[in-house]
């Protein structure tokens, strides 16, 4: 059921002294809230959170999709907002699955997606059973994160 090379990346963690399940996260909005109020929040600092659901990108910069139980939203990390720890932690143990906090201004990239450029990035809780991958278009629907 546990996934080893997860339970390892979640050891990891803890030798580094990051806690994988922190006690909580202080949100300014869901992600459904900063897409509604997108013209108001465009270049202040949000935070926000959720579900790692799409992951994309290597080198310097990386871009994400977090997902909660009513919206998505893009992440961009750019290696020099973070030290080396937590860019190591950004580049090689995040997984799908896991529930990320990040804040920092909100922007529309040049292919038009409201993103949140984040300047900095908590890990809240660790995934150690890997997310199921739908196989069809119907599992979409059912298995949708």
């Not at 900063?34 to 990108?57: H, I, M, N, P």
């Not at 893009?74 to 080396?84: C, G, H, I, P, T």
């Amino acid at each position: 059921m546990f996934d080893p090379d997860l339970l390892e990346k979640r050891k990891s963690l803890i030798q580094k002294g990051i806690d994988p399940y922190p006690y909580s996260f202080a949100r300014t909005h869901d992600l459904t809230q900063a897409r509604e109020k997108q013209a108001e929040l465009l270049g202040k600092d949000v935070s926000v959170a959720g579900r790692l659901v799409a992951y994309r990108g290597k080198g310097k910069m990386i871009f994400a999709d977090l997902g909660d139980f009513r919206g998505r939203l893009q992440v961009m990390f750019r290696k020099n907002s973070f030290d080396e720890i937590r860019w190591d932690v950004i580049q090689r143990q995040l997984d799908l699955g896991d529930w990320i906090g990040v804040r920092g201004p909100l922007f529309v990239t040049q292919m038009g997606e409201l993103t949140v450029e984040a300047k900095e990035m908590d890990l809240l809780s660790k995934a150690v059973v890997r997310v199921p991958l739908p196989k069809t278009k119907e599992d979409r629907t059912y298995f949708q994160l």
